[in-house]
């Protein structure tokens, strides 16, 4: 069984930084992508960043340039550096991974962790 854990949510100023990590643990074989999504409230849940094995990454227009994502494959874990948060960034932060495991390739989803910014 595979599980995503993330941490690193919290209060925090316009202008300040977070950083979110994910965790994977279980059966892993390798983690093929690391993707964030957050969801703000009434609102659908959308994209934000996405790591490939292979180094890639790709973001929203909306955080390109503030957020950066990485990831560490020996720990199995990605993270998302938050700087120059803004109001707007305010959403449940979730970590999504697609793992190759011993019964193929799955995707997998952790609990999500709320960042709010706010004065």
């Known amino acids: 069984q595979v599980q995503l854990v993330e941490s690193g949510g919290g209060l925090v100023q316009p202008g300040g930084s977070l950083r979110l990590s994910c965790a994977a643990s279980?059966?892993?074989?390798?983690?093929?992508?690391i993707n964030w999504y957050r969801q703000a409230p009434g609102k659908q849940r959308e994209f934000v960043a996405t790591?490939?094995?292979?180094?890639?990454?790709n973001y929203a227009h909306s955080v390109k340039g503030r957020f950066t994502i990485s990831r560490d494959n020996a720990k199995n874990t990605g993270y998302l550096q938050m700087n120059s948060l803004k109001p707007e960034d305010t959403a449940v932060y979730y970590c999504?991974?697609?793992?190759?495991?011993?019964?193929?390739?799955?995707?997998?989803w952790g609990q999500g962790t709320q960042v709010t910014v706010s004065s």
């Open positions: 999504n991974a697609l793992i190759a495991t011993i019964t193929g390739s799955h995707d997998y």
């Open positions: 279980g059966s892993i074989f390798s983690i093929t992508a």
């Open positions: 790591s490939t094995r292979d180094g890639s990454t």
